[in-house]
């Protein structure tokens, strides 16, 4: 039974019906009293008797209403009571946060609640009596009435198209994400289906939001995991407890180990036997102090592959402080082509040093073994002709006199190419060199050259003072000063040197009168061996200016030249102004 | 400069005969009267000093002409065992050679050479260098007396 609701209504009425009959009894109560009186002989007072009646009344009254109470209620109070109750019921349907919707057994909406007029936005009015199907989006309306009447014949409380994704339709036309639970009401004329309609809108809104974030923390992750993973460093990450917790592909295949493989193991599996040990002790320092540092630096490191390979690496430890504690990753380099190139290089360097100490014992040899032959050749060709000297004819003279050259070119030759070799191989001290004083020394070597031709002239400018190899120096102006004296023409010789700073670099030039050069020996005239001139106008072994420019370029300069046949030719070489190191490896 | 009675007794450690005969006659028009010794190797060099074996008769030489490539036992280490030696360190060593090499002349002047001098080319030059050699030691500079 439902109660309450207008309850004051109720005692009014029931007021209003048994006031007549109360006043009665009361007055039937006071006679009694008074009639009990007489009979005693008791004589109470007028207001004890009033007193006592109004008790009994009051008592009879209490008893009527209890025997009221049982009474069964008349029709109209019957309807009264239902109309209540549908009243309170409709109140709850209406509040209820779910839609209601109810069909009847035509397919008809026979009722709805506000909910449903705020999700669907249509009024009550304009759904009542129409098909269900107006909630329903257009595609799925055709199907409805099937699943409609298939749900009828047989009808349990279930959730309507499990497993899909339901939508309503909204008045506007808004496809409505929804979850219907259906609950079949049976009534005399047929089944009426209650649908509880919840409002998906939010939940797949915080779905998609969630999968979207899902999805970038995925995608996150996936970059992460591809930066790690393409790293050409091996990187491998371990927890406090020395367990492998991260790898990426360069690590597997470094130690030869399958995808995941490595994934939990102590990382002490990496590591060759004999310091297996001592490792977890250098694991647990670390993680008590840690610190951002290269591994066991100054020592050999090796690691140790699946297939048990000694592998050279290299390893840098940084601690990385995780949600589950601190971790280290190591990242760790191949050094094995390292070191192979490194064995590379020194052999290359002993062959290296091989080679030029064969060539050294080619260049005494050379110096020495070839010179004496020659000397022996010359010194007792003219010891010959001195003591033949009377009895030499004009022609045979002549004969021993060109053995006597060739022996001296050949010398001239020999300690040329010497030159050349060591202008090459010579390791060079860099000291602070006062050219204008390799100039005055020069002009001091080439005295006799310049006493030979009348009027010759060597000038400088002021030169700077430049780390070089003194001797060297000597001999690329000797060279260069000593061709424009050799090769002039009818003129007085005249040499002139100068120096202008270019960019970081010395730029000198060596100017002369003399017959010059055509352009197109450009090349030729710096390679071994090359003469532009018969020997007996110019005499030389044509390998002056090889040397030159070897020197030139040791130095970490340049040379070339410009020059206008019968107007002379300036030489110019560069020489940089600070030189790299003190000291460089001979070619 | 001293008047000598005596020649000046000269000890050339050199295996080229063709230099030994141009050394004798360059030293031939010396005005200086000399003996020339000639050895073809280190160890016969060795002995000569020492007075051993088919030298057992050999002077003290004033002077040593030492060339730097010999067979056997080369120049290089007659002239440490000399230089080392107290009862020959004393002789002066002129080294006589055709290297041109830098450290030819510096390994020697470390062993304690008197001079290192490179045999010139051409018959001119070495006659010049035979009249040097004896105006120098035989003439400027003061040689000791044999004990």
Redesign the interface.
């Known amino acids: 039974m439902l109660r309450g609701g207008n309850k004051k209504n109720r005692s009014e009425r029931v007021l209003t019906k048994s006031l007549p009959m109360l006043m009665g009894v009361i007055v039937f109560a006071v006679f009694l009293v008074w009639s009990w009186s007489l009979y005693t002989g008791w004589a109470p007072s007028p207001m004890v008797v009033l007193t006592t009646g109004v008790i009994v009344c009051t008592c009879l009254a209490a008893i009527a209403y209890r025997a009221k109470r049982f009474r069964p209620e008349s029709d109209q109070e019957r309807v009264h009571t239902l109309e209540a109750a549908v009243e309170r019921y409709r109140n709850v349907i209406d509040t209820a946060p779910s839609a209601l919707v109810m069909v009847d057994p035509k397919g008809s909406i026979c009722l709805v609640n506000r909910a449903v007029e705020r999700l669907f936005g249509y009024s009550r009015t304009e759904l009542l009596g129409e098909p269900v199907e107006i909630l329903l989006p257009e595609a799925a309306r055709g199907h409805h009435a099937a699943y409609r009447s298939h749900y009828v014949s047989d009808p349990k409380p279930r959730i309507m198209g499990q497993g899909r994704d339901l939508h309503g339709r909204s008045k506007t036309g808004a496809s409505i994400p929804i979850e219907v639970g259906l609950t079949p009401i049976r009534m005399p004329n047929g089944t009426y289906v209650l649908s509880a309609i919840v409002d998906l809108t939010f939940r797949k809104q915080a779905e998609r939001e969630l999968a979207k974030k899902t999805a970038e923390i995925e995608a996150a992750e996936k970059r992460y995991r591809a930066v790690v993973d393409t790293s050409p460093s091996a990187l491998v990450m371990i927890n406090s407890d020395g367990k492998i917790s991260l790898v990426n592909q360069a690590a597997e295949q470094l130690f030869g180990y399958e995808d995941g493989e490595l994934l939990g193991q102590e990382v002490e599996i990496l590591l060759p036997k004999s310091i297996r040990g001592n490792h977890v002790s250098f694991r647990n320092h670390f993680f008590s102090q840690p610190e951002p540092r290269v591994m066991g630096q100054g020592r050999d490191l090796y690691g140790i592959s699946k297939q048990g390979d000694e592998i050279p690496i290299e390893v840098g430890l940084t601690p990385i402080e995780m949600p589950d504690g601190l971790h280290v990753l190591s990242a760790i380099i191949d050094l094995t082509h390292r070191k192979q190139a490194q064995r590379t290089l020194a052999e290359q360097a002993e062959e290296l040093r091989r080679s030029n100490a064969e060539l050294e014992q080619f260049?005494?040899v050379a110096?020495?073994d070839l010179?004496?032959p020659?000397?022996?050749v010359?010194?007792?060709t003219?010891?010959l002709e001195?003591k033949l000297q009377d009895s030499l004819d004009e022609k045979t003279r002549k004969y021993m006199h060109y053995v006597i050259e060739g022996a001296?070119r050949m010398?001239r030759l020999i300690?040329d190419l010497?030159a050349f070799s060591r202008a090459g191989r010579r390791e060079l001290e860099r000291d602070p060199v006062d050219f204008n004083k390799v100039l005055s020394h020069v002009v001091t070597l080439l005295r006799a050259t310049i006493e030979e031709r009348p009027g010759a002239k060597v000038t400088w400018d002021p030169l700077p003072v430049l780390c070089a190899t003194e001797s060297m120096v000597v001999q690329l102006f000797q060279n260069l000063v000593g061709n424009g004296l050799k090769f002039q023409g009818d003129e007085p010789p005249r040499v002139h040197v100068s120096c202008e700073a270019k960019g970081d670099t010395w730029l000198f030039s060596v100017t002369d009168n003399g017959i010059g050069i055509d352009q197109k020996y450009a090349d030729r005239v710096f390679l071994v061996f090359q003469r532009l001139h018969e020997r007996s106008r110019y005499p030389g072994t044509g390998i002056g200016l090889a040397i030159t420019k070897r020197i030139v370029e040791r130095h970490g300069g340049e040379i070339w030249f410009e020059s206008q046949p019968g107007h002379g030719t300036t030489f110019f070489f560069t020489l940089p102004m600070h030189p790299k190191g003190q000291k460089d490896p001979p070619i | 400069m001293t008047k000598r009675v005596r020649p000046i007794e000269i000890l050339l450690v050199e295996d080229n005969p063709a230099d030994v005969d141009l050394i004798l006659e360059s030293f031939e028009e010396s005005t200086t009267p000399s003996r020339l010794h000639t050895v073809s190797n280190g160890e016969l060099a060795l002995q000569f000093l020492n007075r051993e074996g088919d030298y057992a008769e050999a002077v003290q030489p004033d002077i040593i002409l030492l060339d730097l490539n010999l067979p056997r036992m080369d120049g290089r280490d007659v002239l440490a065992v000399v230089k080392s030696d107290p009862q020959l360190m004393h002789i002066p060593v002129l080294v006589l050679t055709s290297s041109e090499a830098e450290k030819d002349v510096r390994d020697c002047y470390q062993l304690h050479a008197n001079c290192y001098i490179i045999k010139p080319a051409g018959l001119k030059h070495f006659y010049q260098v035979a009249r040097t050699i004896e105006d120098f030691w035989f003439g400027v500079a003061v040689l000791p007396v044999p004990p």
């Open positions: 260049a005494y110096s020495h010179q004496e020659l000397r022996m010359r010194s007792y003219e010891l001195q001296e010398q300690s010497l």
